[in-house]
């Protein structure tokens, strides 16, 4: 099974820049196309698709998410902050059955 | 408008087998390339993929449960249906449908919990 890690939280102030990594034990990329997806959960909410295929904003989806990263090491990047966006954030991987999840990261306001 | 809703038991006892609806619309299960997936999450804890079933039947399953599911359409009725045998309190979570295709679970239900107890 492919094994994502992701920090378990990470906190940071209202306005700046959240950057949350994830790590997966083998490569998710196939012919130039990342197969890691990346999801926000709010509690007592389902997940919603933020960022597919590595880069890729999902409908609807504010621009200040973005997406990057390659072969095992992928970032998600919240630029600027909102308060709206306290949550915590998924990763996920496409390439190979079984399809796995991240751990997740709570982001958390300073 | 793509929408999907699960339903289910609610609550059931250890070694009963949990039986899981996914009612959908604003696509279909016939058309090429489409599909639905089952993730569940136990309280507090993070997501666990367990099944997807394709538009042409195709069907992946979590090697973690072992034998113990089985995924299914009624593509007439754009439903996908989930069944997890001789369930114990570990199978105590929400359960959620998604929609995948072109894009992974791109669209997901609201969740349906499962309690396990006796």
């Known amino acids: 099974d492919i094994v994502l890690t992701q920090s378990p939280a990470l906190a940071v102030s209202l306005e700046q820049r959240a950057t949350i990594s994830c790590k997966t034990s083998q490569n998710v990329d196939n012919y130039g196309i990342s197969y890691m997806h990346w999801y926000q959960q709010k509690p007592g909410q389902q997940p919603k698709l933020l960022i597919y295929e590595g880069s890729n904003l999902a409908s609807g989806i504010p621009a200040r998410f973005s997406g990057s990263g390659s072969g095992t090491d992928f970032t998600l990047t919240i630029d600027p902050v909102e308060a709206d966006d306290i949550a915590t954030y998924y990763c996920q991987q496409s390439k190979d059955y079984p399809l796995t999840f991240g751990s997740g990261t709570k982001l958390e306001i300073k | 408008q793509v929408t999907l809703k699960e339903s289910g038991p609610g609550i059931l006892q250890p070694s009963q087998t949990l039986s899981l609806t996914c009612t959908f619309s604003?696509?279909?299960?016939?058309?090429?390339?489409?599909?639905v997936g089952w993730i569940r999450q136990p309280s507090g804890k993070g997501l666990e993929w367990l099944a997807n079933?394709?538009?042409?039947?195709?069907?992946y399953y979590n090697p973690s449960l072992k034998n113990r599911l089985t995924i299914s359409k009624d593509t007439s009725n754009n439903q996908a249906f989930l069944k997890i045998t001789n369930v114990d309190t570990a199978d105590t979570a929400t359960y959620y449908c998604?929609?995948?295709?072109?894009?992974?679970?791109?669209?997901w239900g609201q969740g349906t919990l499962v309690t396990v107890s006796s």
């Open positions: 998604a929609r995948i295709g072109e894009i992974p679970f791109a669209y």
């Open positions: 604003g696509f279909s299960l016939s058309t090429y390339g489409m599909g």
């Open positions: 079933i394709w538009w042409d039947d195709d069907k």
